[in-house]
């Protein structure tokens, strides 16, 4: 049985869409045990479920503008808290909240607690192809800073994700660069390609440019933290402003783009499935013990049913556990 | 008269969409002479304009795949090298490409000459809003490393554009950043905040995010060069993902998407228009002694066109000598 704690106050529409996803993913998933840590009277309501799913009440949560690592510090008993305190403590497998982005880094690193050998863990989404395959980036935002060895342990951990959860042989790992020339860059991303070319586990095919990330370039992307979000949020508000000229487009084009839209309405529908985000599931916070995923802020039950199965794979294909493994080799050959 | 030094022989589409974009001007605007910097023979053919042009032959030119400063360095007698030295000798007021980015970055640094006070030039481009209005952004990659100080003139130069050229009362200056709070961001970005807040001569508003630049959250978006392009590419790469994806949701959605498309056409015409960067006119590296203007290598007549009535309102409001005279001001204030 693979135990999620769930943080059932976080995001803008818990708990109710928390609380229906979870209805979703335990009826889909028989091998799924879900902690909802929240307030009971607030979550209730919405619980149908009855079989492999526990309340544990607090009445205490972090707020979407408290202070991350201050508020994990100092609330010790809010929802998102307890949830990764189960994780340390055994009670759960893994972790999952839609609250305060912040919040649940720092609750990550400080609760649940780095992989040995890792420094900086990274956050790591699956983000939507033309060609519906996806590709997998970090880091979206998790540091602020980056090294050059920060840099290559995220490709080996973003490698990994790929091969294990996504499925992919041998993953295209490419450098996030103003250009795709070798010589291209600053000094971080030229010492960390000089990295990534000497790193045996693998597939390194070099520097990739953010123009070409939607033609599904590469199956991993690599970049610091900074660049990471701000490349994230790019991609978000363009896609959204294009879907909202679209619809201006039509709301605004008389009759007959009316008349249009009902003829095309299905195959704008497929087009819009194929940039859902919510499909692919949440942000994982990786090269953590434990698989700790921030679901969109803005979740509906369907995202979160979509984040709940992401984060069953990570647990049934043990990505966790092989990079444990993986990164102690490491350790090993540099001591 | 204002006289422009055009490289005949950049771009995907040389010199033919050059060319014809030229044609266009000279026949919209009466105010504007056309040096034409490249091969006399394959010019000539689509020279239709007769008055206000003239062409100076050469057989050299700048390859897209040369290496920048090099090329600049060596090929002395290059298209693009001899619209620089036009510039530096007076004969010609600004200078145009379509042609290899970094060494018209290079041929504006080291031929046309920086601004006295000006430490690093950026590269600034007028990007869509989905009300219309467009944003300038900078730097989008002329320098791949900045400093606070560099982001400093970034600001004070974007909105002197902004306000000069686009005619933007008190232009609404944004640090992009991966959150809008004070203290978001890298010892660089906390630093430039700090400075900017401090600064007289602009509207500074503070933090924006990459997610609100299409909605038009600032006039001016200030970063540094390695993140500016990112950003850039992001939406570029974004934008033409989704408009390919519409295109095969219509091609591929069988007989109703195909009538849906005839009666949605125009609406979708007014929209692609309104995302369409050429219309715009090209990248500005700004900071220099006069405007050195680089045309989208894919630009097509109509973009060169546009290119060359920026460039022309550049001289107009002269923004450049308007620009030298308030960094000599900074200049002596400082010593």
Redesign the interface.
Known sequence: MKKIAVDAMGGDHAPKAIVEGVNQALEAFSDIEIQLYGDENKIKPYLTATERVSIIHTDEKINSDDEPAKAVRRKKNASMVLAAKAVKEGQADAVLSAGNTGALLAAGIFVVGRIKGITRPGLLSTLP??DGKGFDMLDL?AN??STAEHLHQYAVLGSFYAENVRGIARPRVGL?N?GTEET????L?KETFALLSQEPSIHFIGNV???????GVADVVV?D???G??????????????????K???E??GW??K??????????R??KK??DYSDAGGAVLFGLNAPVVKAHGSSDAKAIFSTIRQVRLMLETQVVPKSVEKFSVVEETNE
């Open positions: 192809t033309t935002g602020a800073e996030l103003n291209k860059g600053d000094p991303r440019e953010a123009r070409d990330l939607m033609s970049t933290g900074f660049t979000n701000a490349v994230l949020k790019s991609i978000e508000g363009t896609a959204m402003g294009i879907m909202g000229q679209l201006s487009a039509i605004g084009g007959k783009a008349i249009g839209y009902l003829f095309m309405k299905d195959s704008l497929t087009m194929s940039l």
